[in-house]
């Protein structure tokens, strides 16, 4: 018996997908606030650039809503 | 009772239509729900804005004109800021000031209770917003990519000028054609990117929010409210994010351009014109 027959494969690819799209997206985040905090910690007068830093949040964001979005498609 | 409660707001899943949902149809043409709101609102954004623009005042008031006032002020000096000449940036405010407000109030008034699944007509909903529907972002992006393209043609005088920014330094060296035309391939992307971002954000934002309001069952306004707020949050920080983005792009191409005509100087007139200068300030 093959497993793919035992087993809803279409959960465990969706868990993947959630999973692994999702731990790019939260580590780029993270770099991201890390980075804006030391800039502001060394550098108060950086803190003005919260602006240039959500567009960055934004376009890492992005993949981790393909990888959401796609968890729809896989059936 | 109570259980028989619970089993009524729990029996079905949480229900999120991500197509649109057609409509009325009009001579052939279907009318989906979220073409409908956002006729609504732009509809409802032109009498606003008019109403407020009559309002304006040296002293202000207070009150929602002072809001609006201020968003405007804030993406009028985000445009003027990203160019290096002030004079072409103030020409292109009206249309990032209207893209981003229309943009704005389509996600917040799609956050609406009335707008949703809430109401429906016949399967479903009555409303949709706007941007939760992949053809209204992409007529969007496809709209202000158009603007853009026109806009930068236009300011760096001409279709070639406009091809030449892509490339680094001469399109006969073979590294800087390839670097160009990937630059051209990366550029066609944009569209695609900026309508999947905000569809993706406003759709994804809407079936958290019905997720955690079928989890919470009987308390789901409650469990749903901080993905609400963290919505509300999303759809302004979104309409933000593809105005400055497309003004980045316009503004990269059209200070590119002026940028080059300095590199021309500096690479192939500038022995000559040192030449001249110093002959002349030893004649002088």
Same mark, same amino acid.
């Given at each position: 018996?093959?497993?793919? &027959?035992?087993?809803?494969?279409?959960? /465990?690819?969706?868990?993947?997908? /959630?999973?692994?799209?999702?731990?790019?997206?939260? /580590?780029?985040?993270?770099?991201?606030?890390?980075?804006?905090?030391?800039?502001?910690?060394?550098?108060? &007068?950086?803190?003005?650039?919260?602006?240039?830093?959500?567009?960055?949040?934004?376009?890492? &964001?992005?993949?981790?809503?393909?990888?959401?979005?796609?968890?729809? /498609?896989?059936? | 009772? @109570?259980?028989? *409660?619970?089993? =009524?707001?729990?029996?079905?899943?949480?229900?999120?239509?991500?197509?649109?949902? =057609?409509?009325?149809?009009?001579?052939?043409?279907?009318?989906?729900?979220?073409?409908?709101?956002?006729?609504?609102?732009?509809?409802?954004?032109?009498?606003?804005?008019?109403? *407020?623009?009559?309002?304006?005042?040296?002293?202000?008031?207070?009150?929602?004109?002072?809001?609006?006032?201020?968003?405007? #002020?804030?993406?009028?000096?985000? $445009?003027?800021?990203?160019? #290096?000449?002030?004079?072409?940036?103030? =020409?292109?405010?009206?249309?990032?000031?209207?893209?981003?407000?229309?943009?704005?109030?389509?996600?917040?008034?799609?956050?609406?209770?009335?707008?949703?699944?809430?109401?429906?007509?016949?399967?479903?909903? @009555?409303?949709?917003?706007?941007? !939760? +529907?992949?053809?209204?972002?992409?007529?969007?992006?496809?709209?202000?990519?158009?603007?853009?393209? *026109?806009?930068? $043609?236009?300011?760096?005088?001409?279709?070639?000028?406009?091809?030449?920014?892509?490339?680094?330094?001469?399109?006969?060296?073979?590294?800087? @054609?390839?670097? !160009?035309?990937?630059?051209?391939?990366?550029?066609?992307?944009?569209?695609?990117?900026?309508?999947?971002?905000?569809?993706?954000?406003? %759709?994804?934002?809407?079936?958290?929010?019905?997720?955690?309001?079928?989890?919470?069952?009987?308390?789901?306004?409650? %469990?749903?409210?901080?993905?609400?707020?963290?919505?509300?949050?999303?759809?302004?920080?979104?309409?933000?994010?593809? %105005?400055?983005?497309?003004?980045?792009?316009?503004?990269?191409?059209?200070?590119?351009?002026? +940028?080059?005509?300095? #590199?021309?100087? @500096?690479?192939?007139?500038?022995?000559?014109? %040192?030449? =001249?200068?110093?002959?002349?300030?030893?004649?002088?």
């Amino acid at each position: 018996m093959f497993l793919a &027959e035992a087993v809803n494969t279409a959960i /465990i690819a969706k868990g993947l997908m /959630i999973g692994g799209g999702f731990i790019g997206p939260a /580590i780029g985040i993270g770099l991201i606030g890390g980075s804006y905090l030391q800039a502001v910690g060394r550098n108060p &007068e950086a803190s003005k650039f919260l602006g240039q830093a959500l567009i960055f949040v934004a376009i890492v &964001e992005l993949f981790g809503l393909l990888a959401f979005a796609s968890i729809f /498609i896989v059936k | 009772m @109570l259980s028989s *409660v619970l089993t =009524k707001f729990g029996a079905e899943g949480p229900s999120v239509h991500v197509a649109p949902g =057609k409509g009325i149809e009009i001579a052939g043409l279907t009318i989906t729900n979220s073409i409908l709101y956002g006729w609504i609102v732009a509809v409802a954004l032109i009498i606003f804005f008019t109403w *407020v623009a009559r309002r304006v005042t040296v002293h202000p008031k207070g009150g929602v004109i002072q809001y609006i006032e201020a968003g405007v #002020d804030f993406i009028t000096n985000l $445009v003027t800021s990203a160019f #290096d000449d002030k004079k072409v940036g103030r =020409k292109y405010v009206p249309f990032f000031v209207t893209l981003f407000f229309f943009i704005l109030f389509n996600n917040w008034l799609g956050l609406l209770p009335i707008v949703g699944e809430g109401f429906k007509s016949g399967e479903n909903p @009555l409303l949709r917003p706007f941007t !939760g +529907d992949l053809n209204g972002t992409f007529a969007i992006g496809v709209v202000t990519m158009a603007v853009v393209y *026109v806009a930068s $043609v236009r300011e760096s005088g001409g279709f070639l000028n406009y091809l030449r920014h892509f490339f680094v330094g001469s399109p006969k060296n073979p590294l800087f @054609l390839l670097i !160009g035309l990937l630059e051209m391939f990366t550029d066609l992307t944009r569209v695609l990117s900026l309508s999947l971002r905000l569809f993706l954000n406003i %759709t994804i934002g809407e079936i958290v929010i019905g997720v955690f309001a079928y989890l919470g069952s009987f308390m789901a306004p409650l %469990t749903a409210l901080p993905f609400y707020m963290m919505e509300l949050l999303v759809a302004a920080l979104q309409a933000y994010i593809f %105005t400055v983005l497309s003004v980045m792009y316009l503004a990269i191409a059209v200070n590119h351009s002026q +940028d080059h005509s300095h #590199d021309h100087d @500096l690479t192939e007139d500038n022995s000559s014109e %040192t030449m =001249k200068l110093a002959s002349s300030k030893a004649s002088g």
